[in-house]
Nanobody
Framework: QVQLVESGGGPVQPGGSLTLSCAASGDDMNYYVIGWFRQAPGQEREAVSCISSSVEKTFYADAVKGRFTVSRDNAKNMVYLHMNNLKPEDTAVYYC?????????????????WGQGTQVTVSG
């Protein structure tokens, strides 16, 4: 079992920045990719960014490349999503996910465990 708790969401103006944090606990986190999905109103959940347990590999959705950065502190079991140059289309509930590592399979496909979500609202 893995427990994930997000924090750091809120309102922000277009062009602004925000950092989301995810505290992970429970199982050995070395077995998991940790990352972020989001769901906008009326839309399906989509992968945003993920990072491997070794922090050597990362995934970014095309929509956020160059603007978002994912980082991971294994000593603290924390994962962060640094979001810059935010756009109204980034408005969504952001979920921290833990994805069990399966060799030779791509990362950031879907979460085996999910946090409760944190709202990010980008508006002027």
């Amino acid at each position: 079992q893995v427990q994930l708790v997000e924090s750091g969401g809120g309102p922000v103006q277009p062009g602004g920045s925000l950092t989301l944090s995810c505290a992970a606990s429970g199982d050995d986190m070395n077995y998991y990719v940790i990352g972020w999905f989001r769901q906008a109103p009326g839309q399906e959940r989509e992968a945003v960014s993920c990072i491997s347990s070794s922090v050597e590999k990362t995934f970014y959705a095309d929509a956020v490349k160059g603007r978002f950065t994912v980082s991971r502190d294994n000593a603290k079991n924390m994962v962060y999503l640094h979001m810059n140059n935010l756009k109204p289309e980034d408005t969504a509930v952001y979920y921290c996910v833990a994805e069990l590592i399966i060799q030779h399979q791509p990362m950031c496909v879907w979460g085996d465990y999910w946090g409760q979500g944190t709202q990010v609202t980008v508006s002027g």
